[in-house]
């Protein structure tokens, strides 16, 4: 089995910083594409930011120039850096990973269990 493990979530100022880990554990045979997203009370699900097996990366324009996905290939590892933090990035934040679990098996996507990150004004 493959689990998500998040941390890194809490209570900030505006203008604060925080950073988001998600671990990626179990019986992994490659990582694809690893991504965030997050859910405001009352809002549909968005994604926040991606990264692929070779390290490119998408955002959404709301956290451009604000937040930076980066990976650890060696940690099976995703983080958000997550900096200049406003009010309306307060939700729960999901890490989402595609992950193949043998060489003879089509990957599959993964989520963790969500951390809240809340940012007051």
């Known amino acids: 089995q493959v689990q998500l493990v998040e941390s890194g979530g809490g209570l900030v100022q505006a203008g604060g910083s925080l950073r988001l880990s998600c671990a990626a554990i179990g019986s992994i045979y490659r990582l694809n594409a690893m991504g965030w997203s997050r859910q405001a009370p009352g809002k549909q699900r968005e994604l926040v930011a991606t990264?692929?097996?070779?390290?490119?990366?998408n955002y959404t324009d709301s956290v451009k120039g604000r937040f930076t996905i980066s990976r650890d290939y060696a940690k099976n590892t995703v983080y958000l850096q997550m900096n200049s933090l406003k009010p309306e990035d307060t939700a729960v934040y999901y890490c989402?990973?595609?992950?193949?679990?043998?060489?003879?098996?089509?990957?599959?996507?993964?989520w963790g269990q969500g951390t809240q990150v809340t940012v007051s004004s």
């Open positions: 989402k990973a595609g992950v193949q679990r043998n060489w003879y098996l089509s990957p599959y996507d993964y």
């Open positions: 990264i692929t097996s070779g390290g490119s990366t």
